[in-house]
Structure formats: C-alpha cells, structure tokens
C-alpha cells in the first residue's frame, strides 16, 4: 500500500468536507478519485502531499504517517512523488529546458552534461524535445502540461499524482496524456493517482476507483463495478444525468416567490 | 461599554506584526542558502536595481536641481549663497535620497516583486516547488528579499551622486555660484558621519520595503483582485514605514 487514508475528517471554515473517506492506494496500480465538483477531490490530494493536515483520521504515504512528520521529513518523502497540477504550473521564468532541469538541479550536484541528457530523455518522452526552448507562456494548454508531466518524472519518482490532468484539452492533446498516463504506469512502474471527473476516460485507464461525494466515499472498485452500481448517486454521475441525488440547482428560495418579490420592489 | 472593535483593530495589528516578524525570521534564516545561489541574487539586483536605475537617476536630477534652486533663494536672503554646496549636500545625503528612493523603489521594484511572487502563487508555481520538496521561501522569496536590500543603498548612492550634480546645475552654472566655494564649502563640512546616516537609513529602508514587498506577495491572496490588494498594500506599507522610520532614525542620528 502506497497510500492509506482512513477515518479523514476534514473541514473547512467549519464546512466538512470530509466526514470518515477511506482511500487505498496499492502500489504499481492506476487509482482514479472521481466526484462531481467541489467534492473535495483536490483537497485530497493535498491532504496526501500533506500541503494541509487532516483534522481527524490517518494518512499514510510509504507507510508513514504524515501527521507525525517533520518538515525535513515530509520534504524527503516528497522527493520520492510527482505531482502534475491542473495547469502545468511551469515556473514562468524558465525555459523549458530549466523548467524540467529545476528538480535535478536542486537536488543533485550532477555534473551539466548529465543533466542535459537527463532532461532531454524526458522530454523525449513526452515528445517536446524540440521544444526545450521554449518560455511557458509559448506553449499550448496541452504542451505545458506534456512539460509538467515531464519535469514530475524527471527525478524517477515512486508515485505520480495527477490533479485534473484531461481538462481543457483538445481530443488530440486528451489522448496523448492519456497514453502518457498508461505508459508511466505499465513502462516504468509508476504508482498513479489521478484526480478528474472525465469517468469515460478514468474508465480506460484506471486499475481502481473511488467515487467521493457528499464527504463520503460513495463507491469503490473497478471502474467496471462501478458503472455497474445501482446506487442512484453513483449512477447520476457514471452516466451525467441531471437527475438524481446531486442537485442541478444550488439551494435557493422558492423561484416564482423571488421573481414576485422582485417585481414588487 | 465595550470597546470591541478598537481591541479588534489592535488585536489584528497586532497579528499581522507579529506575523511580518515571524517571517522575517524565517527569512533571515534563509539568506545564507541563498547567498550561496550567486547567480539568483546577481539576477535579483539586477531586477530590483538596475532596472530602476532610470527612474532613480531621473529623479535625483530633478530632487537636486530644485534643492540648488530652493536653496539659493533661501540663501540669498540671509546674503549666504556660498553655503548652498553645504545646505544641498546635507539634505541629500541625509535625508531626501534615502527617503526619495525608498518611495520610487516601493513603486518600481516593491511592486513588481509583490506582484511576481503572488502571480506566482496563484499560478500554483510556488505549491509546485513545494510538492518537488524545494522551499520557495529559500529558493524565491530570499534572492528577491537580498536582491532589495542589496539594491537600495546602490541606488541611494547614485540618487545622490546625480542629486549633487544637479544641484550644481543649478547653484553654480545657472545661478552663478562660485565652483570653488561650492565644492569646498561640502568638503569642508559634510562629514563621514552624515554619509553614513545616510547609508544606515537606505539599508534599513531596503530591509523594510523588500521586506514588505515579498511578504505582501507571498501571503496574497491567489487571485486577480488579491495580488492586486497586496500590490497596492506593499506601496502604502513601504511608503508610511519608510517615513515612520525615518523620523526614528534622525532622532537616533542627533
């Protein structure tokens, strides 16, 4: 188990957005964390990278449990992951080049020419060797992220973490990330951990899934059990239906009641 | 009767000091790792002196052609014009440049910092060095925090240099001011102990406004009105600091 969460309660100015999930993350293995928006699905994720800390339960990465680390400790325990954000976050001040070298050269006092192989085999990888030049704000949506991806792996991590990797991009750019995803894991033996509520695309990749919503994990398994559930929630959002348990409108007051009251102001 | 939110206004006054204070600390702590990175900090004083250096320049021209200015009709009418070398080279030094160039550094390169640090965060850059286990305190907010204090006394010295040059504009090829008076009447009475106070206030002035300045981007709130909020906050908090401590520091000089 690569990562264990259990019992996580967690709130946020005294709105819970976690009441007891339980996550499970096996090593070598694709897990998808899928939920409507606003489940908390990128807190999670900061919760396991322990950018924030739980208010009741356990997470344990490698077997270690965050709560009880130091910030040296939590900092060498990052070192083993890779994390790719929503929009790349590429630091803008670098080129592409430095931008996947940044990592490297922070933590290793590898020799420059190292370096430059290091880097340029990945981005290799992720098909923008031609592009090492490049300043982010030159890059399409879906290049950045390729670049992202390949800076979280430049260091050869144990776990890669990617936060709404299919947003946004064209069919072109989706399929490629997707196969980027499946090779990191099958190639190089990458445990994964992908956040995103694209379930047809979660459903081609993911070993596992785990379906959050309300604070809860509402279902686990493989993402073929999990179309197959009878549960009305999980079927709402396995087949996109406005109907269901998860509501289309935001609570509010009666609407022809406020269309009136309005008209008499 | 309750005096709620006087207690609430000082007691969140109080806060953010104590909070400012905290991170100078921990940045303080960070400054010798980023001495060793001399490539980061030559780049942040080229970004936060060099690229000033027009306006400081312009500006000192202008601050020292009105002291020649005001200083010879003050002069005049006490028959004393041959004291104006003197007069000008004790304001600048001691007073107008520091304080002239920690205003236009809290405008030109106090806010570019603010802003550049809370695009940063909320572009996520700074979260992404955290997850690849590098501190942005040491590996952003400590070059651009040296980077301005380094710069500042630089600056103060060529806003004073040029301040001088232009007041002899003034004082002596306009006004008629003999050059040799001019020159010796400073030499003759501006002492290492008024340059100094000079360059103590600039230093201090360069540890507050980038103090300031990373700090307001650094905690900014991650959006579009937020770094907006915090850069107009680094200019006003820069602003009424530097001149709070410049009263403090002249005090202390006498």
Same mark, same amino acid.
């Given at each position: 188990?690569?990562?264990?969460?259990?019992?996580?309660?967690?709130?946020?100015?005294?709105?819970?957005?976690? &009441?007891?999930?339980?996550?499970?993350?096996?090593?070598?293995?694709?897990?998808?964390?899928?939920?409507?928006?606003?489940?908390?699905?990128?807190?999670?994720?900061?919760?396991?990278?322990?950018?924030?800390? &739980?208010?009741?339960?356990?997470?344990?990465?490698?077997?270690?449990?965050?709560?009880?680390?130091?910030?040296?400790?939590?900092?060498?325990?990052?070192?083993?992951?890779?994390?790719?954000?929503?929009?790349?976050?590429?630091?803008?001040?670098?080129?592409?080049?430095?931008?996947?070298?940044?990592?490297?050269?922070e933590h290793t006092n590898l020799p420059e020419a190292l370096i430059r192989k290091l880097v340029l085999t990945k981005l290799q990888a992720v098909g923008l060797r031609g592009a090492a030049e490049?300043?982010?704000?030159?890059?399409?949506?879906?290049?950045?992220?390729?670049?992202?991806? &390949?800076?979280?792996?430049?260091?050869?991590?144990?776990?890669?973490?990617?936060?709404?990797?299919?947003?946004?991009?064209?069919?072109?750019?989706?399929?490629?990330?997707?196969?980027?995803?499946?090779?990191?894991?099958?190639?190089?033996?990458?445990?994964?951990?992908?956040?995103?509520?694209?379930?047809?695309?979660?459903?081609?990749?993911?070993?596992?899934?785990?379906?959050?919503?309300?604070?809860?994990?509402?279902?686990?398994?493989?993402?073929?059990?999990?179309?197959?559930?009878?549960?009305?929630?999980?079927?709402?959002?396995?087949?996109?239906?406005?109907?269901?348990?998860?509501?289309?409108?935001?609570? &509010?007051?009666?609407?022809?009641?406020?269309?009136?009251?309005?008209?008499?102001? | 009767?309750?005096? *709620?939110?006087?207690?609430?206004?000082?007691?969140? *006054?109080?806060?953010?000091?104590?909070?400012?204070?905290?991170?100078?600390?921990?940045?303080?702590?960070?400054?010798?790792?980023?001495?060793?990175?001399?490539?980061?900090?030559?780049?942040?004083?080229?970004?936060?002196?060099?690229?000033?250096?027009?306006?400081?320049?312009?500006?000192?021209?202008?601050?020292?052609?009105?002291?020649?200015?005001?200083?010879?009709?003050?002069?005049?009418?006490?028959?004393?014009?041959?004291?104006?070398?003197? %007069?000008?080279?004790?304001?600048?030094?001691?007073?107008? %440049?520091?304080?002239?160039?920690?205003?236009?550094?809290?405008?030109?390169?106090?806010?570019?910092?603010?802003?550049?640090?809370?695009?940063?965060?909320?572009?996520?850059?700074?979260?992404?060095?955290?997850?690849?286990?590098?501190?942005?305190?040491?590996?952003?907010?400590?070059?651009?925090?040296?980077?301005?204090?380094?710069?500042?006394?630089?600056?103060?010295?060529?806003?004073?240099?040029? *301040?001088?040059?232009?007041?002899?504009?003034? *004082?002596?090829?306009?006004?008629?001011?003999?050059?040799?008076?001019?020159?010796?009447?400073?030499?003759?009475?501006?002492?290492?102990?008024?340059?100094?106070?000079?360059?103590?206030?600039?230093?201090?002035?360069?540890?507050?406004?980038?103090?300031?300045?990373?700090?307001?981007?650094?905690?900014?709130?991650?959006?579009?009105?937020?770094?907006?909020?915090?850069?107009?906050?680094?200019?006003?908090?820069?602003?009424?600091?530097?001149?709070?401590?410049?009263?403090?520091?002249?005090?202390?000089?006498?």
């Amino acid at each position: 188990m690569v990562v264990d969460v259990r019992g996580l309660h967690y709130a946020v100015g005294g709105r819970p957005i976690f &009441a007891g999930v339980d996550v499970q993350v096996r090593r070598g293995r694709i897990t998808a964390i899928m939920g409507p928006s606003g489940t908390g699905k990128t807190t999670l994720l900061k919760l396991i990278t322990a950018q924030i800390a &739980a208010d009741r339960g356990e997470v344990r990465v490698r077997g270690e449990d965050l709560a009880a680390l130091s910030r040296s400790e939590i900092y060498a325990l990052r070192k083993r992951m890779g994390m790719l954000f929503q929009n790349g976050a590429l630091l803008t001040d670098m080129d592409v080049f430095e931008n996947v070298a940044f990592p490297v050269r922070e933590h290793t006092n590898l020799p420059e020419a190292l370096i430059r192989k290091l880097v340029l085999t990945k981005l290799q990888a992720v098909g923008l060797r031609g592009a090492a030049e490049l300043m982010p704000g030159e890059l399409s949506g879906g290049m950045a992220r390729r670049v992202a991806l &390949a800076r979280a792996i430049v260091m050869d991590p144990e776990m890669l973490i990617y936060d709404e990797p299919f947003v946004g991009l064209d069919p072109i750019s989706l399929g490629v990330i997707m196969r980027l995803i499946k090779h990191m894991n099958e190639a190089l033996g990458i445990t994964s951990i992908v956040v995103s509520h694209d379930v047809r695309e979660l459903a081609t990749i993911a070993h596992d899934s785990y379906l959050l919503s309300g604070g809860r994990v509402a279902a686990a398994g493989a993402p073929e059990q999990l179309r197959a559930s009878d549960s009305p929630a999980v079927r709402q959002f396995m087949t996109g239906s406005e109907d269901g348990p998860v509501a289309f409108h935001y609570p &509010a007051p009666d609407y022809a009641a406020q269309l009136f009251a309005a008209d008499e102001s | 009767m309750s005096n *709620g939110g006087g207690d609430g206004f000082i007691l969140e *006054g109080v806060r953010r000091l104590g909070a400012v204070a905290i991170f100078l600390v921990r940045l303080f702590g960070e400054c010798l790792p980023a001495l060793r990175r001399p490539r980061l900090l030559v780049h942040q004083i080229y970004n936060a002196g060099a690229r000033s250096l027009i306006i400081i320049m312009l500006s000192g021209l202008f601050v020292g052609m009105v002291l020649g200015l005001q200083g010879y009709d003050l002069l005049q009418r006490f028959g004393s014009v041959d004291a104006l070398g003197t %007069a000008v080279a004790l304001g600048l030094l001691k007073e107008l %440049a520091p304080v002239v160039t920690a205003l236009l550094f809290a405008g030109r390169a106090g806010t570019a910092l603010t802003s550049e640090i809370g695009l940063m965060r909320a572009t996520d850059q700074l979260t992404a060095m955290e997850i690849m286990a590098v501190d942005p305190l040491r590996h952003v907010a400590a070059p651009r925090f040296l980077g301005g204090v380094v710069a500042m006394p630089l600056l103060t010295a060529i806003f004073s240099l040029i *301040g001088l040059y232009g007041a002899q504009l003034i *004082g002596v090829q306009l006004m008629g001011v003999d050059k040799g008076v001019f020159w010796s009447q400073m030499q003759g009475s501006v002492g290492l102990r008024d340059v100094t106070e000079g360059m103590v206030k600039s230093v201090v002035f360069g540890i507050a406004c980038s103090l300031i300045a990373v700090h307001e981007g650094y905690h900014a709130e991650p959006t579009a009105a937020g770094v907006g909020l915090a850069t107009t906050r680094t200019v006003v908090a820069s602003s009424v600091i530097t001149l709070l401590l410049d009263y403090v520091l002249t005090a202390a000089f006498l």
